[in-house]
């Protein structure tokens, strides 16, 4: 079933939403919402692109799109006619088509792994979820890949810069209980803005040829807390620059509300579709090894067709919003990585 979290949002029963509410911490007193600003941040500076790579035609327009069937396992074998791209409810032809093979060529990856230490982690998670993020490394070894991994709580902190040594992001792991921010906030949007900024300025949009995959993974307990920017402008800072949000939440959070179907209710992270509508998913770690998870995230992130398009003439530079939509075959369940793009202005 396609992921439309506004439908999802109003069909969510009042005392449902009251007791997400209800779950959630409070917002300390400093951090009054009231109060609160966006941060005024350019997401794009001018000199994002690197001498050395290729620059990709700004009137192009691309999205990633993930293909999963009933199982909910990765479709990998679908071709360019598979596929329709409509821009504004009107077709578009398909101008650019790639795909991630498991033999040849593989598609280059930039990775950030937001974590949240802001006091709901406990330390045997962090055990775990170290050795998860070494599993999800070693299934994407045979890939060109960088990883950087931020921490999070009251502050965002930058623990690791882009790195493709595996043993830089295994040591940034192990000090991350060490080095990370604590406090009472959980600062989650505002640490996927980082990560996005850190994507758009330190990860090429392209590299030996080929469209990079970008994306940050959140491993959080589901509850942003005294955020300064807006899950809203977070979504669409994403979608500008192409990004894909990946949610993990922990345990933690299943001790807090237990379900009585075994299935988690969803936090306030879940219900903005910071992970649906950038072409990510939202999954629980419900089991003492998260690995297979891990594994299985790392499988979907590396799945993904790009397909893209020229808009119409009249509508290439004409500085507005304006809708994506793919269709695919039928049976299959299609994840895009935005579902709108701002045409460049003249």
Same mark, same amino acid.
């Given at each position: 079933?396609?992921?439309?979290?506004?439908?999802?949002?109003?069909?969510?029963s009042?005392?449902?939403?009251?007791?997400?509410?209800l779950?959630?911490?409070?917002?300390?007193?400093?951090?009054?919402?009231?109060?609160?600003?966006?941060?005024? =941040?350019?997401?794009?500076?001018?000199?994002?692109?690197?001498?050395?790579?290729?620059?990709?035609?700004?009137? #192009?327009?691309?999205?990633?799109?993930?293909?999963?069937?009933?199982?909910? =396992?990765?479709?990998?074998?679908?071709?360019q006619?598979?596929?329709?791209?409509?821009s504004? @409810?009107?077709?578009?032809?398909?101008?650019?088509?790639?795909?991630?093979? =498991?033999?040849?060529?593989? !598609?280059? #990856?930039?990775i $950030?792994?937001? #974590?949240?230490?802001?006091?709901?982690?406990?330390?045997?998670?962090?055990?775990?979820?170290?050795?998860?993020?070494?599993?999800?490394?070693?299934?994407?070894?045979?890939?060109?890949?960088?990883?950087?991994?931020m921490?999070?709580?009251?502050?965002?902190?930058?623990?690791?810069?882009?790195?493709? @040594?595996?043993?830089?992001?295994? @040591?940034?792991?192990?000090?991350?209980?060490?080095?990370?921010?604590?406090?009472?906030?959980?600062?989650?949007? &505002?640490?996927?803005? @980082?990560?996005?900024?850190?994507?758009?300025?330190?990860?090429?949009?392209?590299?030996?040829?080929?469209l990079?995959? !970008?994306?940050?993974?959140?491993?959080?307990?589901?509850?942003?807390?005294?955020?300064?920017?807006?899950?809203? +402008?977070?979504?669409?800072?994403?979608?500008?620059? &192409?990004?894909?949000?990946?949610?993990?939440?922990?345990?933690?959070?299943?001790?807090?509300?237990?379900?009585?179907?075994?299935?988690?209710?969803?936090?306030?992270?879940?219900?903005?579709?910071?992970?649906?509508?950038?072409?990510?998913?939202?999954?629980?770690?419900?089991?003492?090894?998260y690995?297979?998870?891990?594994?299985?995230?790392?499988?979907?992130? +590396?799945?993904?067709? $790009?397909?893209?398009?020229?808009?119409?003439?009249?509508?290439?530079?004409?500085?507005?919003?304006?809708?994506?939509?793919?269709?695919?075959? =039928?049976?299959?369940?299609?994840?895009?990585?935005?579902?709108?793009?701002?045409?460049?202005?003249?």
């Amino acid at each position: 079933m396609p992921n439309r979290p506004a439908a999802f949002v109003a069909h969510l029963s009042l005392p449902l939403l009251l007791l997400i509410a209800l779950a959630a911490p409070s917002v300390p007193q400093s951090q009054d919402p009231a109060t609160q600003t966006e941060r005024p =941040r350019k997401v794009f500076p001018k000199e994002q692109e690197a001498e050395d790579v290729v620059r990709v035609d700004t009137d #192009l327009v691309s999205v990633d799109v993930t293909a999963i069937d009933a199982s909910g =396992r990765p479709v990998r074998n679908l071709r360019q006619e598979d596929f329709k791209v409509f821009s504004d @409810d009107v077709e578009q032809p398909i101008s650019f088509f790639q795909i991630e093979k =498991r033999e040849g060529e593989l !598609r280059p #990856l930039a990775i $950030v792994f937001a #974590l949240d230490v802001s006091g709901s982690m406990t330390s045997e998670e962090i055990v775990r979820l170290r050795a998860a993020l070494q599993s999800f490394s070693n299934h994407l070894a045979s890939h060109p890949v960088v990883y950087a991994v931020m921490a999070f709580g009251m502050q965002v902190k930058t623990i690791q810069k882009f790195t493709s @040594d595996p043993d830089k992001l295994d @040591d940034s792991l192990g000090r991350l209980a060490k080095d990370a921010p604590n406090g009472l906030s959980t600062h989650t949007y &505002d640490a996927v803005d @980082d990560a996005i900024r850190m994507l758009v300025r330190s990860a090429p949009r392209t590299r030996e040829k080929r469209l990079m995959k !970008r994306a940050v993974l959140v491993v959080t307990d589901g509850f942003p807390v005294g955020d300064t920017v807006s899950p809203k +402008t977070v979504i669409e800072r994403a979608n500008a620059a &192409d990004v894909s949000v990946f949610v993990v939440t922990l345990p933690s959070y299943s001790r807090v509300i237990a379900s009585s179907a075994q299935t988690p209710l969803p936090t306030p992270l879940d219900v903005s579709g910071l992970a649906e509508l950038t072409g990510g998913r939202n999954v629980y770690a419900n089991q003492r090894d998260y690995a297979p998870l891990f594994r299985a995230l790392a499988e979907e992130v +590396t799945s993904a067709y $790009v397909l893209a398009f020229y808009p119409p003439e009249e509508k290439r530079r004409d500085g507005k919003l304006h809708t994506i939509r793919v269709e695919g075959p =039928r049976g299959l369940t299609l994840r895009q990585s935005r579902s709108e793009y701002r045409a460049a202005s003249r």
